[in-house]
């Protein structure tokens, strides 16, 4: 079956301009996850989605950072006012449930702030 | 989430077996072995995760030690593809949702 996808695949902006990452997770997933991970670094908690609720968004790094779920399904995750320490990979991850379920990685997509 | 030790990197000759090692001496009677790999310029991909029981499936062995301090992936036939950085993680079991926190890994060359 298809998997977590994520759109686009690289996002070049110029720093200050605004960008959105769509994930579209497994279908029926009810758990949705937001990571990034910087060259060379391990994965960095953004945000967690159940159902269209985000009991977690501790690990949003500012306020120019906001992510929504809308029916369940697809997260967008917006990034104003682009900074250069911004540039990283975006994952998205999505599992059946929240409880412990192995999470699913989509391929990410590839941020360049310039 | 109790935290792992990885070896840094290891090589393996195409077509021998690949064993992997992780200590995770502090893990919890409600923590469960996860493995992950990443492949270069992709998305991490779940490989196979295991309570106290051996584990098998298509893609991967896991053979965790009786007292559950450290584990094993085992990749039975290593082939070219399957060069990558292997993360072993303990997480919590079905309490509330556990996100997933990588270490550095381990980065397996796999060499014809």
């Known amino acids: 079956g298809a998997g977590v996808s994520q759109s686009p695949s690289n996002k070049v902006t110029e720093k200050g301009k605004d960008v959105e990452l769509r994930c579209d997770p497994i279908?029926?997933?009810?758990?949705l996850y937001w990571y990034r991970q910087s060259l060379g670094q391990g994965l960095e908690f953004l945000i967690y989605?159940?159902?269209?609720?985000?009991?977690?968004k501790s690990g949003l790094p500012s306020d120019r950072f906001s992510a929504e779920r809308t029916g369940g399904s697809v997260s967008t995750l917006t990034i104003q006012r682009t900074q250069q320490e911004d540039s990283a990979v975006y994952l998205c991850?999505?599992?059946?449930?929240?409880?412990?379920?192995?999470?699913?990685f989509g391929p990410g997509t590839r941020l360049t702030v310039l | 989430d109790a935290k792992t030790t990885q070896p840094t990197s290891m090589d393996c000759a195409e077509g021998r077996a690949a064993n992997l090692p992780c200590n995770h001496s502090?893990?919890?009677?409600?923590?469960?072995v996860y493995w992950y790999r990443q492949i270069h310029s992709q998305g991490p991909q779940y490989i196979i995760h295991?309570?106290?029981n051996n584990e098998t499936n298509e893609m991967a062995s896991l053979i965790i030690t009786e007292d559950r301090k450290s584990s094993t992936l085992i990749l039975p036939h290593a082939t070219l593809r399957d060069t990558a950085v292997y993360y072993c993680?303990?997480?919590?079991?079905?309490?509330?949702?556990?996100?997933?926190?990588f270490g550095k890994g381990t980065m397996l060359l796999v060499s014809p």
């Open positions: 502090t893990i919890s009677g409600n923590e469960y």
């Open positions: 279908s029926g997933h009810t758990a």
């Open positions: 295991g309570l106290k």
């Open positions: 991850a999505s599992s059946l449930q929240g409880d412990s379920d192995t999470q699913y």
């Open positions: 993680i303990v997480r919590v079991g079905p309490s509330g949702y556990s996100t997933l926190t």
């Open positions: 989605f159940q159902g269209n609720s985000a009991p977690d």
